[in-house]
């Protein structure tokens, strides 16, 4: 006799096959989160396990009694726009969904600052009714999102929120890789495993599909899908309308899907390949100008792949019933028909979103990019570098990163020299901001190697302050070779706050190596050439070098001075950054001269800036000061 699958029954609850296990568990923590104890559900299983079915059940719970329930979807291409599914909530709860995002690209404090905001923004919307936050696909989520996850799980325990995250297993994306191990650390998150059917399932679902429900059957069955809940329906459904034989039994949903392609009509196929080119979800305003229809004329078209079990409706979009029914749909065009869908898909995007393509840029990028063999290299290069431009500009630096790398693959015809650099050295500043010092490396040499063939000296600048000092050596070799490399060639005359900056990173790098001897004329040089270009981030930058010359007692005076010239430049420039500098340097300055008091009347000039640049990099620096203060008052 067979044994049960863990977490399987034999019955049908709520309409749903199985899972009473898991349902009993969300009914438990949905109870517990309505009433003031949050928590995020991590619901774990492979492709067709029935997560989302899973989701629906909750979505049906919690919407029956009373709790409001809002969907965020992840796409299953690569692109998205960053904050995507939070996006998506925060429309549907009626909030801004670009809260936050009016931040400084340059700093990666600010994508924490962001995540923080919208993680507050969740909690605060579920203190009335309690809510229920879906997260489908999460496996597919961008970094940031994730980010705001991870930050929620610190701040859910508190609210009337139940987050549930749906996820793969099977070869998780690098950024879900990252942020999981913080994630299931968190005593606020649950992991829920989702397993496959055992034969009293499979019966159970082939019976509910009308299909035979032969214990003959049944194990045949449970043999070709391994018990996984969407093949079992699949097989059912090819079973119950005939395409499906004992003897030679479809082996995939590639398969299953292929045989119910063929039992359509033909102008139902080429509107629901055309859907499959879009995405799992798709606008029916694109899809029908890529077939070249009006809009009205394709309402058949969809009911008919609804009723075989094709597609389903969202709202006032519409959505394959699995991201592996899509695969199949996709996977059944041939070159020429992809190649010209792709094409459709794009103009039609292009022309619908016209007015507003931020959201867009990455599905842009990714058709343009499908179409690059075919003589479309140059066009899928522009887009993929705007795309990448506005991923930054929205903080996901990773997404940045990735797009302006695939831009430059496309070599033909090639970039000039000039233009390379620049895209390269964009590229170095993205994979810095996210964490990849050996990717930023990678970056700044070939974006140093494109200025020379450009001959511009300029530019060889701006690729070696793409590199800047890190506690590791080799790296730090590189850095130091390219400022060399790019103030030779600026030579000793005009060029001063290229020069001063470059000046400035070389000190920091002697500073790393304990060159003080080079640090003290290094840093002093730069700032005077910063005080001659006049030009604010030349003067930022030579403050900093400076204020490393200058250690110990025996530099109090002058690091008391830095501090000053350095708030005053931030109150000029409104630099809220810099004015948290300029405060630390004046607290420490103070405490090193025995004048705690004053030191401590100066704490709460530093917890304003601290505030308005946000993150937990800058909480730190102000907890630290506060925490050596009060050390040394004996507190």
């Given at each position: 006799?067979?044994?049960?699958?863990?977490?399987?029954v034999?019955?049908?609850?709520?309409?749903?096959?199985?899972?009473?296990r898991?349902l009993d568990?969300l009914r438990?923590?949905l109870?517990a989160?309505?009433?003031?104890?949050?928590?995020?559900?991590?619901?774990?299983?492979?492709p067709g396990?029935?997560?989302?079915?899973l989701?629906?059940?909750?979505a049906?719970?919690?919407?029956?009694?009373?709790?409001?329930?809002?969907?965020?979807?992840?796409?299953?291409?690569?692109?998205?726009?960053?904050?995507?599914p939070?996006?998506?909530?925060?429309?549907s709860?009626?909030?801004?969904?670009?809260?936050?995002?009016d931040?400084?690209?340059t700093?990666?404090?600010?994508?924490?600052?962001?995540c923080?905001?919208?993680?507050?923004?969740?909690?605060?919307?579920?203190d009335?009714?309690g809510?229920?936050?879906?997260?489908d696909?999460i496996?597919?989520?961008?970094?940031?999102?994730?980010?705001v996850?991870?930050?929620?799980?610190?701040?859910?325990s508190?609210?009337?929120?139940?987050?549930?995250?749906?996820?793969?297993?099977?070869?998780?994306?690098?950024?879900?890789?990252?942020?999981?191990?913080?994630?299931?650390?968190?005593?606020a998150?649950e992991?829920?495993d989702?397993?496959?059917?055992?034969l009293a399932?499979?019966?159970?679902?082939?019976s509910k599909?009308?299909?035979?429900?032969?214990?003959?059957?049944?194990?045949?069955?449970l043999?070709?899908t391994?018990?996984?809940?969407?093949?079992v329906?699949?097989?059912?459904r090819?079973?119950?309308?005939?395409?499906?034989?004992?003897?030679?039994?479809?082996?995939t949903?590639?398969?299953?899907?292929?045989?119910?392609?063929?039992?359509?009509?033909?102008?139902c196929?080429?509107?629901v390949?055309?859907?499959?080119?879009?995405?799992?979800?798709?606008?029916?305003?694109?899809?029908?100008p890529a077939?070249?229809?009006?809009?009205?004329?394709?309402?058949?078209?969809?009911?008919?792949?609804?009723?075989?079990g094709?597609?389903?409706?969202?709202?006032?979009d519409y959505?394959?019933?699995?991201?592996?029914?899509?695969d199949?749909?996709e996977?059944?065009?041939?070159?020429?028909?992809?190649?010209?869908?792709?094409?459709?898909?794009?103009?039609?995007?292009?022309?619908?979103?016209?007015?507003?393509?931020?959201?867009?840029l990455?599905d842009l990028?990714?058709?343009?990019?499908?179409?690059?063999?075919?003589?479309?290299?140059?066009?899928?290069?522009?887009?993929?570098?705007?795309?990448?431009?506005?991923?930054?500009?929205?903080?996901?630096?990773?997404?940045g990163?990735?797009?302006?790398?695939a831009?430059?693959a496309?070599?033909?015809?090639?970039?000039?020299?000039?233009?390379?650099?620049?895209?390269?050295?964009a590229?170095?500043?993205?994979?810095?901001?996210a964490?990849?010092?050996?990717?930023?490396?990678?970056?700044?040499?070939?974006?140093?190697?494109?200025?020379?063939?450009?001959?511009?000296?300029?530019?060889?600048?701006?690729?070696?302050?793409?590199?800047e000092?890190?506690?590791e050596?080799?790296?730090?070799a590189?850095?130091?070779?390219?400022c060399e490399?790019a103030?030779?060639?600026l030579?000793?005359?005009?060029?001063e706050?290229?020069?001063?900056?470059?000046?400035?990173?070389?000190s920091?790098?002697?500073?790393y190596d304990?060159?003080q001897d080079r640090?003290?004329?290094?840093?002093?040089?730069?700032?005077?050439?910063?005080?001659?270009?006049?030009?604010?981030?030349?003067?930022?930058?030579a403050?900093?070098?400076?204020?490393e010359?200058?250690?110990g007692?025996?530099?109090?005076?002058?690091?008391?001075?830095l501090a000053?010239?350095?708030?005053?430049?931030?109150?000029?420039?409104?630099?809220?950054?810099?004015?948290?500098?300029?405060?630390l340097?004046?607290?420490?300055?103070l405490?090193?001269?025995?004048?705690l008091?004053a030191?401590?009347?100066?704490?709460p000039a530093?917890?304003?800036?601290?505030?308005?640049v946000?993150?937990p990099?800058?909480?730190w620096?102000?907890?630290?000061?506060?925490?050596?203060?009060?050390?040394?008052?004996?507190?």
């Open positions: 006799m067979d044994s049960p699958t863990q977490g399987a034999h019955v049908i609850d709520g309409g749903i096959v199985g899972r009473r898991e568990a438990s923590w109870a989160a309505t009433a003031g104890e949050g928590r995020i559900v991590l619901c774990v299983g492979e396990i029935g997560k989302t079915r989701a629906q059940e909750l049906g719970m919690a919407l029956a009694g009373g709790t409001t329930v809002v969907w965020g979807r992840c796409t299953e291409t690569e692109g998205a726009p960053a904050f995507r939070w996006r998506q909530v925060l429309r709860l009626g909030l801004d969904p670009d809260l936050g995002l931040a400084d690209v700093s990666p404090e600010d994508r924490f600052r962001v923080d905001d919208l993680a507050e923004a969740v909690c605060g919307a579920a009335l009714t809510l229920v936050v879906v997260l696909d496996h597919w989520a961008d970094e940031p999102s994730l980010l996850l991870r930050n929620l799980a610190e701040q859910i508190a609210a009337r929120l139940l987050c549930f995250a749906a996820l793969r297993d099977v070869e998780p994306a690098s950024a879900l890789r990252r942020v999981l191990p913080d994630l299931l650390r968190s005593p998150v992991r829920l989702l397993r496959g059917f055992g399932e499979v019966r159970e679902q082939l599909a009308g299909a035979s429900g032969s214990e003959v059957d049944a194990r045949a069955v043999d070709v391994g018990g996984n809940p969407l093949f329906r699949e097989v059912a090819a079973m119950a309308d005939g395409t499906w034989t004992p003897d030679r039994p479809p082996r949903v590639l398969d299953v899907v292929g045989a119910r392609l063929d039992r359509v009509t033909d102008d196929r080429r509107f390949q055309a859907a499959a080119v879009v995405g799992r979800e798709f606008s029916l305003a694109i899809v029908a077939v070249g229809r009006p809009v009205a004329t394709c309402f058949p078209l969809i009911d008919e792949a609804v009723a075989h094709l597609l389903d409706r969202v709202g006032d959505r394959f019933v699995h991201a592996l029914i899509r199949a749909v996977a059944s065009l041939a070159t020429a028909d992809r190649v010209a869908l792709h094409r459709a898909v794009a103009e039609a995007t292009e022309l619908l979103f016209v007015g507003d393509l931020s959201e867009h990455c990028a990714r058709h343009w990019a499908a179409l690059a063999p075919y003589g479309e290299a140059a066009i899928a290069r522009a887009w993929a570098i705007r795309a990448a431009e506005d991923a930054v500009q929205r903080l996901d630096y990773e997404e990163f990735r797009q302006y790398r831009g430059l496309f070599d033909a015809p090639p970039l000039p020299d000039a233009e390379r650099c620049r895209v390269l050295v590229l170095g500043r993205a994979a810095y901001f964490g990849d010092v050996h990717g930023c490396e990678d970056a700044a040499a070939m974006a140093a190697t494109a200025a020379r063939a450009a001959q511009s000296p300029e530019l060889m600048g701006e690729a070696a302050l793409v590199l000092a890190v506690p050596p080799g790296v730090n590189v850095a130091k070779q390219l490399d103030l030779a060639a030579g000793d005359a005009g060029h706050a290229m020069r001063a900056r470059l000046l400035a990173q070389r920091h790098l002697a500073f304990g060159e640090v003290e004329s290094l840093s002093t040089t730069a700032l005077v050439l910063a005080r001659a270009s006049r030009q604010d981030q030349a003067l930022i930058d403050l900093h070098a400076r204020k010359a200058c250690p007692p025996t530099g109090r005076a002058e690091r008391m001075l000053t010239e350095m708030l005053a430049l931030a109150e000029r420039t409104r630099n809220p950054r810099a004015a948290m500098w300029g405060e340097w004046r607290i420490a300055a405490m090193e001269g025995g004048q008091v030191a401590a009347e100066e704490l530093l917890q304003a800036t601290v505030n308005q946000g993150g990099v800058s909480a620096h102000h907890d630290q000061v506060a925490a050596c203060i009060a050390l040394a008052q004996g507190r």
